[in-house]
């Protein structure tokens, strides 16, 4: 019974949410002021999803609902707020197994189907206590941590429930320089609280970066050193060290070049039991015009043939990287290189559906150490709002050449938050 009331709270959610009564004057989810200087500022985010997986020997068919809702208080005067946020996420449709990793005696551990690693669970998503300037920030508590496009940091906000970090952060803006440093003693990871002891991962991680602006080009240098404490996860203790330039330049007054590369070196660390070095390598061109965005680039995830080690981002959000199909969340031994083109188009025109966009977008993709061709993959999206109210529409299509399988992907999602 439980069960059927918080689904049929999570399903209707995105809608009602949608249209929601308004106090006086205010518009529903806006601060609240309780007393002078004191804002209470609600969080309210629901998701509705239908995630289907299409390869030769399992399918899958997920449709999951998540909650995620808390409470931001802040105090003006001091520059302090505090925020705690509480995340559920229901299967409501669960032909699907949510854990891509043996976990004794766990009904969501379901091998007959693929995987879509949105287990039913609740957590405390977010716990932190800011002090926050214009010129300077320090977050204390689990808290969720983006770093630039999240390609070595990132919350992995595509699934039901994120990634966040238990840390002390730290920003800091000189002018036109920027300082961040991160020191996080626990990763909390997107499977939940029914993933037993994968459900975190203690250690230390040290994420840190330094950026400055130079016209309308943004250079960073920056490290990420991973310590693992469990012996399933030593394989994923690694330093990097690296950095990456990107900018945008106006070629016409409706023309934009977008320029981006980065290069990064990683090597073992702690009790990783493996002593590699790989390499890291990025570039990225864009034209923009009226609206149509054309990119095309190159990634390299290398490998050190000797040790049968690549180089790999295991905080990242991997979803966002080398094709939505999800073939490549973990480097393949012989590296990754990735050649891809996307287009893309806004259309803020269409006044009926309001943040019309869609993209489409090809992947190649070949192995570092032998040349040999992994696959191919067209991925393509589709999304718009109606009311508060936003709506996607996803595919990807791998064509397995000499890297796993033929899979099939599609997602429906409604999301409303506040």
């Not at 840390?167 to 990763?187: N, W």
């Not at 702690?270 to 923009?288: I, R, S």
């Amino acid at each position: 019974m439980k069960n059927r009331i918080l689904a049929a709270a999570l399903l209707a959610s995105p809608i009602a949410l949608a249209h929601p009564a308004q106090a006086a004057g205010k518009t529903f989810g806006d601060p609240v002021a309780v007393a002078d200087g004191v804002t209470i500022d609600p969080i309210i985010d629901a998701r509705l999803r239908y995630e289907g997986v299409d390869q030769p020997t399992t399918d899958a068919d997920a449709l999951t609902a998540r909650l995620r809702a808390g409470i931001e208080v802040k105090h003006a005067p001091s520059h302090l707020s505090f925020l705690v946020e509480a995340e559920g996420t229901l299967g409501i449709s669960k032909q699907y197994n949510a854990f891509p990793f043996a976990l004794a005696g766990s009904p969501q551990r379901r091998t007959q189907f693929a995987v879509v690693p949105d287990a039913e669970s609740i957590d405390l998503n977010r716990l932190q206590v800011q002090y926050k300037t214009k010129a300077f920030a320090l977050t204390l508590g689990r808290q969720r941590i983006n770093l630039d496009d999240q390609r070595f940091v990132g919350s992995v906000s595509w699934r039901q429930n994120e990634q966040t970090f238990d840390a002390v952060r730290a920003e800091a803006t000189l002018g036109p320089v920027s300082l961040d440093g991160t020191y996080a003693i626990q990763q909390d990871s997107i499977f939940g609280s029914e993933a037993g002891p994968r459900r975190s991962m203690d250690g230390d991680f040290v994420f840190l970066g330094a950026s400055a602006k130079f016209g309308p080009v943004t250079a960073k240098a920056f490290s990420y050193i991973l310590d693992y404490d469990e012996a399933f996860a030593f394989a994923n203790s690694s330093q990097t060290y690296g950095a990456r330039l990107g900018g945008s330049y106006p070629l016409s007054k409706s023309v934009k070049l977008n320029v981006l590369a980065s290069y990064a070196r990683q090597k073992d660390m702690g009790q990783n039991p493996t002593t590699y070095e790989a390499d890291y390598v990025l570039g990225e061109l864009g034209l923009g015009y009226q609206g149509f965005t054309l990119t095309g680039g190159y990634e390299k995830l290398g490998a050190d043939k000797a040790a049968g080690k690549s180089f790999q981002t295991p905080l990242a959000t991997l979803h966002k990287f080398n094709g939505w199909a999800d073939l490549f969340l973990t480097t393949p031994a012989g590296g990754l290189e990735d050649y891809y083109v996307t287009l893309a188009k806004a259309l803020p025109k269409v006044k009926a559906l309001p943040g019309l966009n869609a993209n489409v977008t090809y992947h190649e993709f070949h192995s570092d150490v032998t040349g040999a061709k992994y696959g191919t993959e067209w991925d393509a999206s589709l999304g718009f709002k109606t009311g508060k109210v936003g709506w996607v529409a996803k595919y990807a299509n791998y064509n397995a050449k000499t890297f796993g399988v033929d899979r099939q992907m599609l997602w429906l999602q409604a999301e409303v938050a506040f």
